[in-house]
């Protein structure tokens, strides 16, 4: 599943674990915007962490990891 709508306010840390909260907009990875919401949360949770100064994962190459796949254009510009 994707979160779909992922923030630093969607995520509690508990017991030294985070844990992921409003699920209720989640998609299955099937849906058609799946791919472009995985990317938003991404990009989402780095410009969180990146102005807080912590290095992260470029957003590209987190999206990579995740899925294995180089996040397309359309993607990238979350045209659908």
């Known amino acids: 599943m994707v979160h779909a709508d992922l923030s630093e306010y969607n ?5 030294k674990k985070p844990i ?7 998609v ?3 849906h058609p915007y799946a791919p472009a ?3 938003r949360d991404i990009l989402n ?6 102005d807080l100064r912590v290095d ?3 957003d590209e190459e987190l999206y990579e990891q995740i899925t ?7 993607v990238i510009s ?3």
Not at 11 to 15: K, P, V
Not at 20 to 26: F, H
Not at 45 to 50: D, E, G, H, P, T
């Open 11 to 15: 995520i509690l840390y508990y017991q």
């Open 20 to 26: 992921i909260i409003d699920v209720s907009q989640a």
């Open 28 to 30: 299955l990875i099937s």
């Open 37 to 39: 919401f995985l990317y």
């Open 45 to 50: 949770i780095n410009r969180y962490f990146r």
């Open 56 to 58: 992260v994962i470029p």
């Open 68 to 74: 294995g796949t180089v996040p397309s254009p359309k």
């Open 78 to 80: 979350m045209e659908y």
